[in-house]
Structure formats: structure tokens, C-alpha cells
């Protein structure tokens, strides 16, 4: 069964620095790997996705993640952080077969001090 | 413009009280499916939606009920709500076929049962 770790469940970084945050998953199939963002009262945004093209993924407001699969990680980086950025982000793998399911991390609180 | 809307946005009540909550998108998707979301436990699956009249259960649908009776619609029914069902509920659509990875989130539903 895919499950997804994140490690961290907060995370300050100061302006300008880089953000870091640490996503590791186990999939007995290749795996579909998403990143969503999740602002204060706000749903879920998808930033990034990796469905087997490109091992580096780019997504939007900055943000990228590389795959390794030797690593089993998929790691969400942005050089430089802004004020903006603070939010909650989940990692979550798709599972395999029909059902389109996602399995989501318990997801890292991202703070950002001026 | 895309979007996946839930209604209400903040619900309190009291235990046993039926209630549901709504969720309709407007991108002909056929797969919609409910997640809730509590502290530390990330997102996890209620009950989803493969097509009209096609549901099933994820990893917790105790004590929720579900119906698909036309596409865009996908409600979540709590016939007699108890607290530990007070969350934060989601609700989520995506289409089949290549792009069925990508799910679309709503706002999102507070409910808290006293």
C-alpha cells in the first residue's frame, strides 16, 4: 500500500532563505506524487505534480521537487522564500489502480519570519 | 471558471442532528470523492464517486452517507452526527483519462458537532 511521510510538521525560515520540505513515500507501483498548498481558510491548491516525465518538476509561485527513486523522496524547494509563502503544503502519492484516491501526508505548517 | 464549491463553509450543531453537506463542480468531472482533514492526521478519504450512481467507501465512511445521482453533484450526508466527526471536510473532483491525476479541491466545510 502507498503511504507518505513528511518530516517536520513546522518549519520557519526566514525571508529570502531556502525553504526545504522533506517528503518520502513508499509505492509498490511507480508512483504519481503531488504537492498541494493549503492557505489559512483556503482549500487545497495543487503546486506540483510528477507522473513519470521529468524527475525535476517545476510548479507554480517558484516552487519545484525532484524524484529519486532510489531515495524514495520527493522533496518540495524554493530558493527564496516570501512573506506569501506561509502556508500549510501536503505531499500525497496517488494509489494505484481505479479509484484515483489520494494519500496525503500529515502535512508541514510553513512559516516565514520576516 | 473551474471550480468545485461546498456549502456551508462553517456548520455547528448539535449531536444527532442530520445534516448534509453539498458539493457541485461545474467541469464535467466524473470522479468527485469527500475527504476530512484533522491536526496530525492529514487528509484521508470518506467516500468517492467513480461515476453517476457509482460510490464507494474509502478509509473512514462511518457515519457518513453518500449519493451521486447526477454528475456534478456529490453530497455528504451525516444521518446522526456525533463529536468525533467534528473536522474540516473537503470535498474533491477530477476528470478520467490522462488528466484524472489532478484533483480539483473545494474551500472546504468546518463542522463542528457539540
Known amino acids: 500500500a502507498q503511504s507518505v511521510t513528511q518530516l517536520g510538521s513546522h518549519v520557519s525560515v526566514s525571508e529570502g532563505a531556502l525553504v526545504l520540505l522533506r517528503c518520502n513515500y513508499s509505492s509498490s507501483v511507480p508512483p504519481y506524487l503531488f504537492w498541494y498548498v493549503q492557505y489559512p481558510n483556503q482549500g487545497l491548491q495543487l503546486l506540483l505534480k510528477?507522473?513519470?516525465?521529468?524527475?525535476l518538476v517545476k510548479g507554480i509561485n517558484g516552487f519545484e521537487a525532484e524524484f529519486k527513486k532510489s531515495e524514495t523522496s520527493f522533496h518540495l524547494t524554493k530558493p527564496s522564500a516570501h512573506m506569501s509563502d506561509a502556508a500549510e503544503y501536503f505531499c500525497a502519492v496517488r494509489e494505484g489502480g481505479a479509484t484515483n484516491k489520494l494519500i496525503f501526508g500529515t502535512g508541514t505548517l510553513l512559516a516565514v519570519q520576516p | 471558471e473551474a471550480q468545485v464549491t461546498q456549502n456551508p463553509r462553517y456548520l455547528i450543531t448539535v449531536t444527532g442532528k442530520k445534516l448534509t453537506v453539498t458539493c457541485s463542480q461545474n467541469?464535467?468531472?466524473?470522479?468527485m470523492s469527500w475527504y476530512r482533514q484533522d491536526p496530525g492526521l492529514g487528509l484521508r478519504q470518506i467516500y468517492y464517486?467513480?461515476?453517476?450512481?457509482?460510490?464507494d467507501k474509502g478509509d473512514v465512511p462511518e457515519g457518513y452517507k453518500v449519493s451521486r445521482k447526477e454528475k456534478r453533484n456529490f453530497p455528504l450526508i451525516l444521518e446522526s452526527p456525533s463529536p468525533n466527526q467534528t473536522s474540516l471536510y473537503f470535498c474533491a473532483s477530477s476528470s478520467s483519462g490522462w488528466a484524472k491525476n489532478i484533483q480539483y479541491f473545494g474551500a472546504g466545510t468546518r463542522l463542528s458537532v457539540l
Open positions: 464517486s467513480m461515476n453517476v450512481e457509482v460510490t
Open positions: 467541469m464535467n468531472h466524473e470522479y
Open positions: 510528477y507522473t513519470s516525465a521529468a524527475t
